[in-house]
């Protein structure tokens, strides 16, 4: 592993990475080892010992506790989700009574993430369940793939709190940690060792390298799909259940082979096949590397990031935790300097572009979107381009612009190749896809999936100028509202004067008292606000001083 160590410090280097901890499971052995520093500010080591957050990885773990109940006959995959939480409800009747264990594994549920703020108490889950009474369908119900962040493992964390009697987090220990022998994973912030814990970075640019990152974790509603801290080594504890047949390294049984055979057996498509894999699982990627099926699942959280690869062939399972990204070039560089090491498939590269395609490519244009998302497809001098504009808090935060343009190079009638110019971007593939009446339905980037929105007529700018009286509850107000702007809305400016007792926004929506109606909910009770049908040139003028 000197080598590897080597070259891993040489990336961390090239991509400001501050530090990654690595781990190897070959042969029923794991080897695992950390380079680089746990925050920029103290400059203490990273070791095989520290803790980092695995971001969405959570979701494997959550999926694997989950089945033990499928394991013990207690809860059923295909059997409505009414079954074992019987007030369930969303705005589609039909997918309330029939969306299915199964549905919210595989991410073809299609229920849009707009649960509210549901709060940091233990009722947490249970909260989220109760406030998408209204929530509606991003697509029907197992129409398509389309990744859920948070919502589709939180329903599932409350089937396993019903079910068991117990909270998730107790569920998690008492499930899994304990019986794996775990002694450094757990599902809380607050019950990790503080002295032994990575801190989150951001990387704007190159030259600035990695700057601490303002939030320190996700909210508790990630939980399931995103709040377990491990080890490089303890996330491969859970790698050797899926490689011998559900059996822990200890011998423990954790689950019986036959549901190792449903999680990784039970598969939808994936629109994009190339990002990711082409095939979703229960609670797994299905990857395939030049002929061999690779499982994995990737994660980020807020700063932090990981990566976790399976190879049942080899038997070889690898894992990296971050505290920066995620940059793919860089897993990728580093998975298959190990794997290659190993005699193993290495991970393929994406393809390339196809230019003999002669496209309509009318068929693609037009506008994608999902609460606090917007993507705009347009053809221009026989170019597809994509564009988007980011959160306006976000792009100051990371150092960007609000709005970014790329070209979207044909791969196949439904995939396209988007490069970037940023250095710190890496390319990704986007699928345009779902023909109806000559249109694409869905956009499908990042494992999300945004359907296409009908061209809106009337919809008007409006101003909102507002004087702050709590300045830290507006700011934090505006960030949920932005998260949950109706659909066919857009945010397309917020600034603040220096002194923060001021502060414009422009949304883009049907009426004056549509936006009044819609910040009013959420800033009402930290500022006072006037509306004006404006633009955003008119946005100017703020004080300074």
Same mark, same amino acid.
């Given at each position: 592993?000197?080598? $590897?160590? +080597?070259?891993v410090a040489?990336?961390l280097?090239?991509y400001?990475?501050?530090?990654?901890a690595?781990?190897?499971?070959?042969?029923? !052995?794991?080897?695992d080892?950390?380079?680089?520093v746990?925050s920029?500010?103290?400059?203490?080591?990273?070791?095989?010992?520290?803790v980092?957050?695995?971001?969405?990885?959570?979701?494997?773990?959550t999926a694997?506790a989950f089945m033990?109940?499928?394991d013990?006959?207690?809860?059923?995959l295909?059997e409505p989700?009414?079954?074992y939480?019987?007030?369930?409800?969303?705005?589609d009747?039909?997918v309330s009574?029939?969306?299915t264990? !199964?549905?919210?594994?595989?991410?073809?549920h299609g229920i849009e993430e707009d649960y509210?703020?549901p %709060?940091?108490?233990?009722?947490?889950?249970?909260?989220?369940v109760?406030n998408?009474?209204?929530?509606?369908?991003v697509?029907?119900?197992?129409?398509t793939?389309?990744?859920?962040?948070?919502l589709?493992?939180?329903?599932?964390?409350?089937?396993?709190?019903?079910?068991?009697?117990?909270?998730?987090?107790?569920?998690?220990k008492d499930?899994? /940690? @304990?019986?794996l022998?775990?002694?450094?994973t #757990?599902?809380r912030?607050? =019950?990790?060792d503080?002295?032994?814990?990575?801190?989150?970075?951001?990387i704007?640019?190159?030259?600035?390298g990695?700057?601490? #990152?303002?939030?320190g974790?996700?909210?508790?509603?990630?939980g399931?799909?995103?709040?377990?801290?491990?080890?490089a080594?303890?996330?491969?504890?859970m790698a050797?259940? /899926?490689?011998?047949?559900?059996?822990?390294?200890n011998?423990?049984?954790?689950?019986?082979?036959g549901?190792?055979?449903e999680?990784?057996q039970s598969?939808v498509?994936?629109?994009d096949?190339y990002t990711f894999?082409?095939?979703?699982a229960l609670?797994?990627?299905?990857c395939?590397?030049h002929g061999?099926?690779v499982?994995?699942h990737d994660?980020?959280?807020?700063?932090q990031s990981?990566?976790?690869?399976?190879?049942?062939? #080899?038997?070889i +399972?690898?894992?990296?935790?971050?505290n920066?990204?995620?940059?793919?070039?860089f897993?990728?560089?580093v /998975?298959?300097e190990?794997?290659?090491?190993?005699? +193993?498939?290495?991970?393929?590269?994406l393809?390339?572009?196809?230019p003999?395609?002669?496209l309509?490519?009318?068929?693609?244009e037009g506008?994608?979107e999902?609460?606090?998302? !917007?993507y705009e497809?347009?053809a221009?001098?026989g170019?597809?381009h994509l564009?988007?504009?980011?959160n306006?808090?976000?792009a100051?935060?990371?150092?960007?612009?609000?709005q970014?343009?790329?070209e979207?190079?044909?791969?196949?009638e439904t995939?396209?190749?988007?490069? #970037?110019d940023d250095p710190?971007?890496?390319?990704q593939t986007v699928?345009?896809?779902d /023909?109806?009446? %000559?249109?694409?339905?869905?956009l499908?980037?990042?494992c999300?999936?945004?359907?296409?929105?009908p061209?809106?007529?009337g919809?008007?700018?409006?101003m909102?100028v507002?004087?702050?009286s709590d300045?830290?509850?507006?700011?934090?107000?505006?960030?949920?509202?932005?998260?949950?702007?109706?659909?066919g809305?857009?945010w397309t400016l917020?600034?603040?004067s220096?002194?923060g007792?001021?502060?414009v926004?422009? $949304?883009? =929506?049907?009426?004056? @008292?549509?936006?009044?109606?819609f910040?009013?909910d959420?800033?009402?009770?930290?500022?006072?606000?006037?509306?004006?049908?404006? @633009?955003?040139?008119?946005?100017?003028g703020?004080p300074?001083?």
């Amino acid at each position: 592993m000197t080598r $590897i160590r +080597a070259r891993v410090a040489e990336l961390l280097a090239e991509y400001r990475i501050p530090s990654a901890a690595i781990g190897v499971l070959h042969g029923g !052995r794991t080897t695992d080892f950390a380079v680089g520093v746990t925050s920029v500010l103290t400059r203490d080591l990273a070791t095989s010992g520290t803790v980092y957050q695995c971001g969405s990885v959570s979701k494997t773990w959550t999926a694997l506790a989950f089945m033990q109940l499928v394991d013990e006959g207690k809860v059923a995959l295909d059997e409505p989700v009414r079954t074992y939480l019987p007030d369930f409800r969303v705005a589609d009747p039909g997918v309330s009574v029939k969306v299915t264990p !199964r549905h919210l594994l595989n991410h073809t549920h299609g229920i849009e993430e707009d649960y509210g703020d549901p %709060g940091e108490d233990d009722d947490v889950y249970e909260r989220m369940v109760r406030n998408i009474a209204g929530a509606r369908q991003v697509h029907p119900l197992g129409h398509t793939h389309g990744y859920s962040p948070a919502l589709g493992y939180a329903i599932l964390a409350r089937i396993m709190e019903v079910t068991d009697g117990e909270r998730w987090d107790d569920i998690m220990k008492d499930r899994l /940690f @304990d019986p794996l022998g775990l002694t450094s994973t #757990s599902s809380r912030r607050e =019950h990790v060792d503080q002295d032994r814990a990575a801190t989150g970075h951001l990387i704007r640019s190159l030259e600035e390298g990695a700057v601490l #990152s303002p939030l320190g974790h996700l909210p508790r509603s990630f939980g399931p799909g995103g709040n377990v801290n491990t080890t490089a080594s303890e996330l491969l504890m859970m790698a050797y259940v /899926f490689l011998h047949e559900g059996k822990a390294p200890n011998g423990a049984t954790i689950v019986s082979p036959g549901i190792i055979r449903e999680m990784t057996q039970s598969r939808v498509p994936v629109p994009d096949p190339y990002t990711f894999g082409p095939e979703w699982a229960l609670g797994l990627i299905v990857c395939d590397w030049h002929g061999q099926t690779v499982y994995a699942h990737d994660g980020s959280a807020v700063g932090q990031s990981a990566r976790l690869r399976i190879l049942p062939e #080899s038997g070889i +399972a690898v894992s990296m935790l971050a505290n920066a990204g995620p940059r793919d070039s860089f897993y990728r560089k580093v /998975f298959n300097e190990i794997l290659a090491g190993l005699g +193993a498939v290495t991970i393929p590269g994406l393809p390339e572009p196809d230019p003999t395609l002669a496209l309509d490519l009318s068929r693609y244009e037009g506008s994608y979107e999902r609460p606090g998302t !917007r993507y705009e497809v347009a053809a221009e001098n026989g170019r597809l381009h994509l564009r988007f504009s980011l959160n306006p808090m976000e792009a100051r935060v990371l150092d960007r612009p609000e709005q970014l343009d790329y070209e979207l190079l044909p791969i196949s009638e439904t995939h396209f190749l988007m490069p #970037s110019d940023d250095p710190l971007e890496d390319p990704q593939t986007v699928a345009i896809y779902d /023909f109806e009446n %000559g249109a694409a339905r869905y956009l499908h980037i990042n494992c999300r999936v945004n359907p296409r929105v009908p061209e809106r007529s009337g919809t008007v700018p409006v101003m909102a100028v507002s004087t702050v009286s709590d300045g830290n509850g507006f700011w934090d107000s505006v960030k949920k509202a932005y998260g949950r702007l109706p659909q066919g809305a857009r945010w397309t400016l917020a600034v603040a004067s220096t002194d923060g007792t001021k502060a414009v926004n422009v $949304i883009m =929506h049907d009426s004056i @008292d549509g936006v009044r109606n819609f910040l009013e909910d959420h800033t009402g009770a930290f500022a006072t606000t006037d509306y004006f049908e404006a @633009d955003a040139a008119n946005a100017v003028g703020l004080p300074t001083r």
